[in-house]
């Protein structure tokens, strides 16, 4: 793969955002390697809570729950997605495919070594962390989903979703920052929407963006299709602790929630809320609130004898 680095002086001085890089690589399937950024705050011999963000974000998004969590003892590993934030980005879009963005996490779990994990996920963080789950259920102890889904092409995916694809296809210029202030409730700073740009020097660092819209599954033979259904078969019968934390002002996923408590036996008993004041990128709007959500979640489900 061709692949592009963002350079390091692109992250300097953003706002809240102290935290430590650190590496590690993985194969691109081609033969190479891919260097993919992530944050480990927290003491490292507590278990995990794995924060995975979605399109078009990266780790910044979890700036203000990174230090909540932390507070209450918790190990946090927050890894930039391959083609965002301070990881690597391959130059083509056909480099991008949904199999390999699992793959790629599925490396960081595995060389991590993460064990009885409590996965945060939003957007494109629960597309690729649900199937994480499903096919890694022994190093998963609990799940938080948030303004996320795990499509299979079979439903519709609603109008919302299609005009938004249609114009991430479309913009002469993808406006990463514009894009999330956008689809916040609250009018982000400027120099927040500029750190959401800082990983893309220019349009050729954004292929990866483009193409994850193209990438979820709209269509029953899409080629996602056949593994999102084995994993939906694995969550139907998840009964490890799984809660829900949607916003109530996002159009994207509204009604996801209510879809996974129905069909997740783990969600029964659990204390469901829905983030008032939230837009599709709850953390921005309200990431104290969802981090304290978090925070008693865990409290409230301790480690089984069997995680």
């Excluded at 974000?57 to 590993?77: F, N, Q, T």
């Excluded at 199999?99 to 991590?112: I, N, S, T």
């Excluded at 609990?142 to 092409?153: C, E, K």
């Amino acid at each position: 793969m061709d692949v592009l680095r963002t350079p390091d002086s692109r992250f300097e001085n953003l706002p809240g955002f102290a935290f430590a890089p650190r590496y590690l690589t993985v194969d691109d399937s081609e033969g190479g390697q891919l260097r993919v950024h992530y944050l480990d705050e927290g003491p490292a011999d507590a278990p995990p809570v794995l924060l995975l963000h979605g399109e078009p974000s990266w780790s910044y998004l979890y700036r203000k729950m990174i230090p909540i969590l932390v507070a209450a003892g918790h190990r946090v590993i927050a890894p930039d997605l391959v083609g965002f934030g301070r990881s690597d980005k391959p130059s083509k879009r056909s480099d991008y495919t949904y199999q390999r963005h699992v793959d790629w996490m599925q490396a960081v779990l595995e060389q991590l070594n993460l064990q009885h994990i409590t996965l945060v996920c939003q957007d494109w963080g629960g597309l690729i962390g649900l199937r994480l789950v499903a096919e890694n259920p022994q190093r998963f102890a609990r799940v938080v989903a948030a303004n996320t889904m795990l499509p299979t092409g079979d439903h519709n995916p609603g109008e919302a979703f299609k005009s938004w694809q249609d114009y991430s296809q479309k913009v002469p210029e993808f406006p990463a920052g514009s894009i999330i202030n956008r689809a916040t409730t609250t009018e982000l700073p400027q120099a927040v929407i500029d750190a959401y740009d800082a990983p893309y020097p220019d349009e050729s660092y954004k292929e990866g963006a483009r193409q994850f819209p193209l990438l979820v599954p709209i269509t029953p033979t899409d080629p996602a299709a056949d593994k999102n259904r084995a994993a939906w078969a694995v969550l139907m019968k998840w009964d490890k602790p799984f809660l829900t934390a949607f916003s109530d002002s996002d159009p994207i996923t509204a009604g996801g929630d209510k879809l996974m408590q129905k069909l997740i036996p783990g969600t029964q008993g659990q204390a469901h809320t829905t983030i008032v004041n939230g837009g599709h990128f709850l953390q921005e709007d309200q990431g104290e609130t969802l981090a304290q959500v978090v925070v008693k979640f865990i409290a409230a489900n301790p480690l089984a004898a069997d995680c």
